[in-house]
């Protein structure tokens, strides 16, 4: 008898193991992006693609850079679609970051000669984009919105340059968005960029990082710079 009810004990163990593995990974809800910043903008379709791999469907949500820091701390939104390393100073709350980066971008100062005002050399930087405000720290430059509004400062001759994303100045000055055309005047650093969820995401996490490593997802964000 104590045989018979040892084996019934296993059984039931051994079933409530399966069912704990088969139990469905935990999706986010929402993560947050940058709003009109062409790079997240180029990454959420393809990042999408692999979350609907991995079984979820989350929802893309566009703030102000900083504005998605704070909500993802007040636990308004489940991840950051994609950061530098230094955000993880400004996380008040567990977090876990993806194995590996979606990609490395190289960020550089970028500029052109033909300044109105060449005795006075003034740049640009976008407010909510962590390296650029930490770059412009002490430094004779302007903080705008969005990478619009300061093209469009650089464009009237307001600014002799700007900081970019390798990546995004290319994009902008294929579509014409630029003039005149800026040239690199120094490059700054080459960064991975690495995605964010919330801590009890863990697990997705590992997953997402899986499917990362085993696609060649993120290549055709930079095809169009070859």
Known sequence: MKLFFSLILILLLSLNREAVAQEPMTCPDKISMIENYVLAQLTVSILSEIYEDAGCKPEFV????????????????????????????????????????????????????????????????????????????????????SYEKMYAAYHNNQLTGFLGTDVVVINAIQKDELSPVPIVAENLFEAPLFHYLGYEYTPLMGHISELIVSGNYFSEIFDFTQ
């Open 62 to 145: 566009e703030y102000p850079g900083r504005r998605g820091v704070f909500y993802f701390n007040k636990g308004d939104v489940d991840g950051e679609i994609f950061r530098l390393k230094i955000i993880e100073k400004s996380y008040e709350r567990n977090f876990v970051r993806s194995s590996v980066p979606l990609f490395s971008v190289t960020n550089s100062v970028w500029h052109h000669t033909n300044n109105a005002n060449p005795e006075r050399h003034i740049y640009g930087y976008v407010i909510g984009i962590k390296w650029q405000e930490n770059y412009a720290v002490g430094k004779d430059m302007i903080g705008f919105e």
